[in-house]
């Protein structure tokens, strides 16, 4: 197990809310390619995985803890490639704290890739939270391309909550969930670009069994010469609901492309979609200056108030 630093306690503070590095239940916290700690539970059993790096996390039926397992790179130049599978037992009600925080003050691009596979129970309930972060003084771009897999069965609920804070050059994330009779999905991604960053975003939701239900809400701003591109599909397969919203802010010389999608397979499948791209508006701001708030102070304001 590797020691802390203070650095790797103020990223974890940041990706995990886990003040001064620690937080209750079960934990994997993985630093540089290596474990810094790992703490299992009688109801979440972590292990490493032998034929690739990453962990399996299995979870008990009826479980109802919280586990956190962020990433932590520190190293300038280093690159990998993560595998982690979680095996939720039915009836489970459970909180996973993710996320990825770099800090790379050398010259190299420093980058995580990794791979989220979720098998949810029959009833289960998960709740998964991931933060995006990148800091440092170098010159070397900071580089995250996360994937997400779900499988929910008949009944199961997964709320997905993912959030690109600053500091990432640059990140493909793709999405893809496929749920089961009367299972249900909440995505909801707030994503923040500046400089010259660029971000994708592609999700796939397959609503396959009768009365099943997804949802995907994206927030995104984009600043100075930025890139987004921003792709979800829904799918409805059977007897169904589905709705996709989209809201950016554009900002600068930045460049969005917001292109949702449906697709109905069966007669009793509905399905929405909406998308909006715009600047904020004049009145806003106007409103807030009067109350003493510099352009600057107002402009900040809006912009936490609609990622929030």
């Not at 790096?53 to 979870?59: A, K, L, R, V």
């Not at 690159?79 to 993710?98: L, Q, R, S, T």
């Amino acid at each position: 197990m590797a020691e802390l630093s203070k650095t790797d306690i103020a990223l974890l503070e940041k990706i995990a809310e886990m003040e001064n590095g620690l937080a209750t239940g079960a934990v994997n916290i993985r630093k540089d390619s290596g474990c810094a700690e790992r703490v299992s539970t009688e109801n979440i059993r972590i292990e490493s995985k032998t034929d690739k790096p990453g962990i399996d996390i299995f979870i008990a039926p009826g479980c109802k803890e919280s586990c956190h397992i962020p990433v932590i790179i520190t190293e300038s130049g280093l690159k990998e490639m993560v595998y982690n599978d979680f095996y939720v037992g039915e009836g489970a009600d459970v909180n996973i704290v993710a996320g990825c925080g770099i800090h790379n003050c050398g010259k190299d691009e420093s980058r995580h890739d990794g791979v989220h596979t979720f098998h949810i129970g029959k009833g289960a309930r998960v709740r998964y939270t991931e933060k995006h972060y990148g800091e440092g003084d170098g010159q070397g771009e900071n580089i995250m391309n996360p994937e997400t897999v779900a499988y929910l069965e008949e009944g199961a609920f997964l709320q997905m909550d993912t959030t690109q804070i600053a500091g990432i050059d640059s990140t493909q994330r793709k999405t893809t969930v496929v749920c089961g009779k009367g299972a249900e999905v909440v995505i909801t991604e707030r994503l923040l670009t500046h400089g010259k960053q660029r971000a994708d975003s592609l999700m796939e939701i397959d609503l396959d069994g009768e009365d099943s239900r997804g949802r995907v809400i994206s927030r995104s701003v984009a600043q100075d010469e930025s890139v987004q591109r921003f792709v979800p599909k829904v799918v409805g397969n059977a007897r169904c609901f589905g709705h996709v919203q989209c809201d950016s802010i554009i900002m600068g010389g930045a460049r969005i492309s917001s292109v949702p999608e449906i697709a109905a397979n069966c007669v009793d499948a509905q399905l929405i979609h909406e998308a909006a791209i715009g600047k904020i508006a004049g009145d806003q701001l106007l409103k807030l200056q009067t109350l003493g708030l510099t352009e600057e102070e107002a402009e900040d304001r809006i912009l936490k108030g609609f990622l929030a």
